[in-house]
């Protein structure tokens, strides 16, 4: 258990709608990053915050947003979504920089 | 900006020989650099890193790993493979000028045969 939580671990909607994808980071960590995996693109970078502010921001489309709250737990909003928005999408934390990563389980997100 | 390529997707070994995962690397400055294994339906987990000091890392698992500068490559390896290493292993470089993203290769598949 890598002490970062994950909610929902599946998800099923359909195209057009609107989803928000949770994460908790392991006590302590400051940093919070959103990834996403897919069969045909492996593990892109999305977004990083920092105790609340964003501090980079990978191959994320408009359609999508994050945030992280002042209690460290960070959503992930997918909007308008299309069939090649299916994934996984993990969420990952980090006490400081130059550390490691722990990654959550992940959120299975389908869109028929 | 920054990148990682692991230049194979599979990789077979029978139980028992060494392994080798290979992964090269592009970054401005100082590399930071990770390796990390993923199960089915798993999270990534962490094995090793290398941020300075000696070239050879050891990590989780009987795992180690080399750092080579002169041929940015950071190769995975392992004496004595066991069925159980058979996954999906990632090679990482993180942005050490700014931002802390960081960025993964494509992956390569283990398979360990008994």
């Known amino acids: 258990d890598s002490g970062v939580t994950q909610t929902p671990k599946h998800l099923i909607t359909a195209t057009g709608q609107r989803v928000t994808l949770r994460c908790s980071p392991r006590?302590?960590?400051?940093?919070v990053y959103w990834y996403q995996q897919s069969l045909d693109q492996g593990l892109q970078f999305l977004i990083h915050?920092?105790?609340?502010?964003?501090?980079a921001k990978g191959n994320i489309l408009e359609r999508f947003s994050a945030q992280q709250f002042p209690d460290l737990h960070s959503e992930l909003n997918l909007s308008s979504l299309e069939l090649g928005d299916s994934a996984l999408y993990f969420c990952a934390s980090s006490p400081s920089a130059p550390g490691e990563l722990f990654f959550g389980e992940g959120s299975r997100l389908t869109v028929l | 900006a920054q990148s990682v390529a692991q230049p194979e997707d599979q990789v077979n070994v029978a139980e028992g020989n060494p392994l080798t995962v290979k992964c090269t690397y592009s970054v401005s400055g100082n590399p930071y650099l990770f390796w990390y294994v993923q199960y089915p339906n798993r999270g990534l987990q962490f094995l090793l890193k290398y941020i300075t000091g000696d070239n050879l890392v050891k990590g989780s698992y009987g795992f180690e790993a080399e750092f080579n500068k002169s041929q940015t490559s950071f190769h995975l390896k392992k004496p004595s493979a066991l069925v159980s290493d058979s996954a999906l292993y990632f090679c990482a470089v993180r942005d050490n000028t700014g931002g802390f993203k960081t960025i993964f290769g494509a992956g390569t598949r283990l398979f360990v045969k008994a």
């Open positions: 915050y920092y105790n609340g502010e964003e501090r």
């Open positions: 006590s302590g960590d400051l940093s």
